[in-house]
Structure formats: structure tokens, C-alpha cells
């Protein structure tokens, strides 16, 4: 199968609900699909979800409320002010949307998405059910990615609730009860493993490789290092999946500064520690000061340059984090444009063809016959699809040849069949 190895790619098949939904009903004819399919069925998977998440009363909800401009997570000075998840979706700035926009003349332009969830602060022994812990470890369970905020700044207004700043035991409190939650996750499934409840040999190679993958993490977590940190065969990420590993999860980790630090954070010694532990544990660093951009959404527009100007810096950093967000998260982009609009849509790095389509609707991935690709640079460069085709730059990404090759087994099976009966001889099953 073809994989998908940059971001701009076009699928061609996949523009406006009404060529997506007659699409479907061609590929459910190839691809074996009966179900009927409606636009009102529709589901579409909007965004990818990045977990905010960290010791209580770090900043959180601060910077919540912040990227999510008109977000209205309670943030005050006092632990656990979080209990219930904030979700807010946030729209990824890029400038290639309004060319393919004018290309296609499209109605309307759809950006990719971020969603952004706020949730509340994990203590030590959070794996254990201290503080609601199994709760709030469910809910960063539920996400693609991990943002974790790291307080970086002296104030000694706002309760730590270990009594000091000190990044590295808090990223340790963390990164701990995330490796317990999931040991632990681990030993269930593994015990249920051996029982090996797998019917055919399909179902038993798929448990041996789970089986296997976990031994291999659970070594790695008791180590204390991240699931992320094993190397896996597609097949036995495939297998392990279901569980949603915590430590699976790609993180970055947000240093959460002061005012006085947004200009030089290189100088806040806190964030050189950060820093370091980041490289050591495969993950993203963003330097940003929540305190200041919650101040910046709340003043006019005019103010805000006055405002950062007065900080020594130019820009807020909050287009940075969403970006890098995006990027270290290993996000891309893919766009269909056509006449109804021009939407980005948000995969992760090697996601193969018929996955990227699955975004649209999983459907798409079940029954994916083929999408036709062309490369940003390529199309704006023909200017158009047709053009794109004629000069050769176009893609084809498609199961064509493997159901055409199956098709011609099956005739050949059916004509050995019929040969046999005619010559009325003994005959053994070709797909038994
Ligand atoms: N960079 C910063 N500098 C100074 N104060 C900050 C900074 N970031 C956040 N704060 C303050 O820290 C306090 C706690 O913030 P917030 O409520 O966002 O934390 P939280 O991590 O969401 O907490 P909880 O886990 O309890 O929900 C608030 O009073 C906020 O104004
Ligand atoms: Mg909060």
C-alpha cells in the first residue's frame, strides 16, 4: 500500500459532501460496501486533540483560556480550580488555504484544527485514585497528544503544591504516574493474554504480537522510560492501540515564564532544566508566559503591540505554540479544494492513503478504492487539476491492481472449477 510521506496532498476525490457521498457509493460497490450512506450520517472528525496537562495550579486553564481566544476555563490561585475538562478548537493559521481558495473560487475556506483540552492537575499518586487521579488520567487517555505545563515562574502569591518551584520533580510527578497508569493497564491485559482467547490463527498472531510489544514496554516503563521510547513493527502498534497508552502519547513540554522572563527565557536557569529533559525524553519544547497572553486576548488589538513592545518582544507566542503543536506533533496537513470550499485537513506523518481519507469519514478508510494526489507547489503551479493531470504531476493512490489481480484469481479459480466438473476429477479448494 502506498504511504503517504509529506503533507500537501490533494485527494481529488475527496471535495464537496455531494461527489464525496456518490464517491462512496462507487467505492462500496469495488470495495464490497452495501451499507447505505447519507449526508445526514456524516460524521466528520474535525481535529486531532492535544491534552493540557500537569501538577495543579500550574498555569493550565491560564493558557487554556489564552489559545482558545474566547475559552472560559476557570483559572484562579488554587489547586484542582479544574475538575471537568475545557474543550476548545483552535484554527492553525496557514497561508496556502487562500491560494487554492482563489484557484477554485471556492465559497468558503475551512482551516485545520487543533482541539485543545484543559484538563485538571495530576499529584503524586494520581494512578492510585489520589485526587480524582484515575478520573483525570481517563481523560488524557482520551487524547492524541500531550502538552504539559511546567511552571517555570517564582511567585510566591501562587500555591505550589509541592511548596517550591522545582521543574524536574514536577515533569518526574508526571511522567511517574503516567508510567503507573499504564504498567499497570499493561499487567491487566497481559494476564488476560495468556488466556489466549484468539479463535483463528488471524486473531492468535495478532495477540502474540501484542503479547510481545507489551513485555518489550513494560520492560521500558519499569526502566522509567516512555512506551514512545520502544520501537514497534506497524503490526504491533496496530495490536497495542486499543489500549491507549499514556506514555505512548508524543509530548511536549510547555515552560510556563514570567513577564519579566518573555524577552530572555534562555536566562530562567528552570527553563534550561526543562530544556534538557526534553531532548532526554524524545519530546517538543515551547517557552511561552500564559500570564502574559491571557492579558493579551483581554486588551484591544491596538494595545496588544503596545503591550508586547513594552515586554520586549514583538509577537505573541501563541501562534508559535499552536504551530508547534502541529509540527512536533507530527501533524500534517492535506487540502481538497473545489468550487463549495477549500478545507485543510489534519493527518498524522505516515499515514497511509486510505487513513488520510478516513479522516473525511472512516468510511472512506474502509472502503477506499483509489484518491488522486498532487503536490501544492505542483497544482498552483498548473494552476489547475485538469492542467495538473495533463503535465503529468498528479498521483493515483489506489487498490486498482490488487482487486483487479484478485478478481482474476477468483476467475481463474472459478474456470479450474468448472474444468474439473466437466472432467469429472477429484478437486481440492485453491481459498480453502
Ligand atoms: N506565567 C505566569 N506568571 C504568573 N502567574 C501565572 C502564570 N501562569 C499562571 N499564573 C497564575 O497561576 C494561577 C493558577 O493558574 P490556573 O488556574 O491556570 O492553573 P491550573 O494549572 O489550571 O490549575 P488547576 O489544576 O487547579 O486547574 C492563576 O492565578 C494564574 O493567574
Ligand atoms: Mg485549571
Redesign the pocket.
Known sequence: MARIACSHLMPSLLHPLKQQRNHYKLMGVVGGLSRGFSASSMKISMSLRAGIV?L????????FNAVVENGKA?????????IEPNVGIVAVPDKRLNVLSDLSKSQRVVPASIEFV?I??LVKGASQGEGLGNKFLSHIREVDSILQ?VRC?E?ND?VHVNGKVDPKSDIDVINLELVFSDLDQIEKRIEKLKKGKGKDSQSKVKEEAERSALERIKEALMDGKPARSVSLTDFEKDAIKHLCLLTMKPVIFVA????SDVADPGSNPYVNQVMNLASELQSGLVTI????ESELTELPADERTEFLKSLGVSESGLGNLIRATYNLLGLRTYFTSGEKETKAWTILAGMTAPQAAGVIHSDFEKGFIRAETVSYDDFVAAGSLAAAREKGVVSLWSYKIFWTVCRKLYLYYQSIVCLMKIVNLPFIGLFS
Not at 495543579?56 to 493558557?63: A, D, H, Q, R, Y
Not at 510556563?256 to 513577564?259: F, R
Not at 508566559?289 to 502574559?292: F, P, T
Open positions: 500537569g495543579p495550579n500550574v498555569g493550565k486553564s491560564t493558557l476557570q483559572a484562579a490561585n488554587f489547586p484542582f480550580c479544574t484543559d485538571a492537575g505545563v515562574f511567585d501562587i510556563n515564564v514570567a513577564e508566559s500564559a500570564q502574559v
